[in-house]
C-alpha cells in the first residue's frame, strides 16, 4: 500500500489501486452491487418517508376523531339545552339543568393562577441551568429533581395535596380571616402550580443555551454586568421559547383531573373569591361520568369535554399568534 | 439475504401499520354501536365458563368474598367488575354482563332503555351513617330528620343552633361554624341519603331532590368514601355521610339518627337488618330510607342484582342461564353468612323470601329456571 495520505485524496488512490488490482469480471459485480445499493438506499429512503407521512396522518386523523366524536356524542345535549350550556350557572342532574359556567370559571381561574404562580420558579430555574450553572453536579441534581417533578402521579399530588398542603392552606385561611375550609382553587392552583413547572422550565433552559455566545461575549465586552446581559441579551431572545413553554404547562393545567379533584372542594356553586371551593370541567367528568344515569346527563358531560378541548385550541391558537408576534419583532 | 430481511421488515411494519389502524377503527365503532361489544363479551363468555357481572362498587368486598366461596362450593368463577351502579345497569342494557348490581332499582328512564324485562334481587343492605368532626363532643350526637335536612340545606350554619342543643340535651355544642362533606362522585350512597331526605324534607324534595348526584346547595365535595372521610376528618366543625362498613372499619364517631317511630337509632348491622323487616313489594324495589320497623335505622338500602328475567339472548345457554340462578340463589341463603364479618347487613327474612320468589320468576325459553 504506497498511497498518499495527503490532502484527503487517500480514498482515491485506494479506489484506483483496487480497480487495477480486479478483473473485469470483478468490476461489473461491484458495479452491480453498489447498484443494488443504492437501490436499496432508494426504497429505504421512500418506505421511510411514507412511514412518516402516515404516523402524521394517523395523529391528524385521530385528533380529528376525537373531535367529531366528542360532536356527535354531545349532540343531544347541545340540541335540549343550545347555547343557554355555556353560561348556565346551575348544573342539577336531577332536573336536567345543565350549565357549565361555573366549571369553566373553575377551570380558567384555577389553571391561570397556578400559570401566575408558577412562572417565576419555572423562569428562574431556566436561567440558572441555562445560564448561570450549565454543568456540575448541582445543576444535574437540580435539573434531574425538576424533571422528576413531571414524572410524579397526579394522583399522588393530589394526596399529598390534601394531606400536607390543604391544613397549611386553612392556617392560612385562618389568619387572613376567609372561610377556613383550606380545599378550594387557591389550593389546586398551588398543586398545579408544582406540577406544571419542569415543562416550561426544561423548555426554557434548552431556549437558554441556545443563545448564541457571541451575542453574549458582545454584551459583556460593552461592559454589561451578567443582569444587564440576562435581561437584553438574553430574555429578548429566548422570549418566544419561554413562551411556548409557558403555553405547554398551561395545556397540562387545564386538563389536569386527578390532583385537582382531590382538592378543589367540588361544588358547582360560582366561587365567590380564589379561596372558595369550585370544580373545574375535568374534575367533573372524571367525578360523574359513571353514575350518568340518564342519556342527556351523559351527553352533558361529553359536551363539557367538548367545551374543554376548544378552550385548549383557543388558548393554543392565541399562544401561537402571540409567539409570532415575538419572533417577528 | 440482506434484501430478504429487509423485505421481512417491510412487510412487519405494514403489519404493524394495519394493526394499529383495524384497533384505532374498531374503538371508534365501539361509542356507536353497542351490538359489536356484546358480541365480543359473549364470545369471551363461551371461552370459558366464568360469569360476568357489573355494577355497584358497595358491593365489592361482599361480592369477591361471596364469589371466591361459592367458587369452592359450585366451582363456578365469577368476573365481577367494581365500575359504580350506573355503569353496571348500562352494561346490563347492552346485554355485556350477566348480571348488574345496583344500590338503586332501574328508574324509568333506565328501564325503558332494556330490550326485555329485568327482575330486581335484593342481596345485601347497608346504611349510610353520619359522621361528624366535633373534638370537644364526647357524647354521640343525635340527629334528627328536620335538623338534618336543614343542616344539609344550609339554613342550620352554626353546631350551637338552638335546634340541634334542643335534642341533644346536656351536650355543649360549640360555635363553630357547620361544613358540609358530601360525594363528588355519582354514587349510590348519595342516592340513598338524597332519598331519606327527600322522604323526611319537602323543602328538600323541591329545592334539591333525590339522584347519585344532585345540586347540592352547600359544602365540599371528596371523591369517594374516602374523600369525604377525609374532608370530616381534617376540618373542624365538619359532617358527612359516609357507609357504615367505611366508619366502622375506619372508627369515625357517627350519629344516632331519629327514625319514623321517633327512636334515635344508632347505626348497626342489626339496626339495618331491622330496618329491611318491612313488609316487601313483590319486585322488591323498595327504598327502605325512613323505615316503619321501630328498631330500624332509618338511612338504609338494598343493594340489588338485576338480570334480565328471559335469560334466553344473544345466544345463551341454558347451562349458562341455570348456573347465574343457582349462583344468585346461593348468594341470598348461605351466602349471607359472610355479611357480618365485612359489616354488611344480612338480608332480612321477608327479603329472602321475596328474593326467592322473584328468582323463580325467571324463565329460559318460557319455562321456569328454579324449581
Redo the contacts between chains.
Sequence with gaps: MDTSVENGIVTRSELQLRVTNSTPEAIAAKAKKSLKRSF?HIR?ES?FKR?LI?MGL?MV??VL?IFL?LV??SLPSIKSLGLKYLWGK??????D?YGAFPFLLGTLISSFLALIISIPFSVAVAIFLGEYHPKGWLPDFLKNTVELIAAVPSVIYGFWG?AIL??MV?TLENHIGV?P???GIFSSSLILAVMIIPYAASLGRSMIQLVPSPLKEAAYGLGATRWEVIRSVVLPYTKSGLFAGILLSLGRALGETMAV??VI?????IPKNIFA?G?TMA?VI??????????VYVSALIELGLVLFLVTVVINLIGKKIIDRFTND | MKQNLFTIKRSLLTGAFFAIMSVAFVSCGGGGGSTSGSDSANNNASADDALIGAGSSFDNPLFSKQFAEYNKVGGLKVNYQSVGSGAGISQLTNKTVDFGASDAPMNGKQDSALTAPAIHIPITAGAVVLSYNLPEVKDTLMLSPEVLANIFLGTITKWNDPKIAAINKGVKLPATSIVIAHRSDGSGTSNIFTTYLSKVSADWNTKVGKGSSVNWPVGLGGKGNEGVAGLIKQTPGAIGYIELAYAIQNQMAYAKVQNKAGNFITPSIASVTAAANVQIPADSKISLTNTEATDGYPISGFSWVIIYKEQKYNSRTQERATSLLKLLSWMIHDGQQFSGALNYAPLSPAAVSVGDAILKSATYDGKAILQ
Design positions: 436499496r429505504t418506505v412511514t402516515i394517523v386523523i385521530l376523531g366524536t356527535v356524542q346551575v348544573w342539577d342532574p336531577v332536573q339543568i390534601l390543604v391544613p386553612r372561610e375550609v383550606g380545599v379533584t382531590m372542594g367540588n361544588t358547582s356553586i371551593p370544580n374534575s372524571a367525578n360523574e361520568f359513571t353514575e350518568a344515569d340518564k342519556p
